[in-house]
């Protein structure tokens, strides 16, 4: 049995710990974070601690923390030689202090405590220093998913500002699209077939194939009709990604 110890507190770390917390082959023994942890880790029945010189002897230690405080925990670790992998998308292997042995354990998926995660279909991004290391990673990744990937550093980074596109820019602009229809009093369920549709078709064609609307078509006509009716932050960001979709489709 491979033992692993947690450091974080946050949404990662509670979906990975309770995915660990009875797995066999690759056991969680230990959940740390700086300050007590929140009620939804009740139920992980783990030791738990708040001391970094109480982290207990593991095979794995897993530093699911923000970005900003992946390099700093690492550093304050009180031993050497151990691997220490981070879970960030956007943060080098580098990052983490060359007196230990150093990967990154990258599951690419948006994560919520409220929200349950099938972690069968969450792909993994695997990088170590050293083929051993990578082993012991690929055995934690199939705890998970059948998905993982050796991703480096660099393709780790593209791969997160692909993410950033793929899921937060698209919700924000579910977002503005829900507040356009309330500002106007009309029912948003209106566009919730629309919604699904996008999102079928997204899993059928590629994307440039997928393409419909007023930009793909060079409808300046329609364009400035629909910049008329907006301002704000709304315009900006209408107007900008209807001159890139009129540029990738040469209209």
């Known amino acids: 049995m491979k033992k692993v110890v947690l450091l974080g507190g946050g949404n990662v770390a509670y979906h990975l710990a309770r995915q660990l917390m009875n ?134 980074q593209y791969l997160h500002v692909a993410a950033v596109f793929l899921n937060n820019f698209t919700n924000h602009l579910w977002y503005l699209s829900q507040q356009l229809c309330d500002r106007e009093k009309i029912p948003f369920e209106l566009l919730r077939p629309l919604l699904e549709e996008t999102y079928r078709k997204g899993q059928e064609l590629s994307f440039f194939e997928g393409q419909t609307g007023p930009a793909k078509r060079g409808d300046r006509t329609v364009i400035a009709k629909h910049l008329a009716l907006l301002q704000g932050i709304e315009k900006d960001i209408y107007r900008d990604i209807s001159t890139s979709i009129i540029a990738t489709y040469g209209k």
């Open 23 to 156: 797995d066999p082959q690759y056991r969680l023994i230990q959940l740390y974070n700086r300050s007590l942890l929140s009620a939804d880790f009740e139920s992980i029945n783990v030791e738990k601690t708040t001391q970094l010189d109480a982290l207990l002897p593991a095979d794995i230690y897993i530093l699911s923390v923000k970005d900003d405080a992946i390099a700093t925990l690492c550093e304050q670790l009180p031993f050497q030689g151990q691997l220490v992998v981070h879970t960030s998308g956007s943060v080098p292997m580098q990052a983490l202090s060359p007196k230990q042995r150093r990967g990154v354990f990258y599951p690419l998926q948006s994560f919520s405590k409220a929200q349950a995660v099938d972690f069968s279909k969450v792909p993994f991004c695997l990088e170590t220093e050293e083929a051993t290391d990578y082993e012991l990673l690929e055995g934690l990744a199939k705890v998970f998913s059948p998905k993982y990937y050796a991703i480096d550093s660099l393709q780790r």
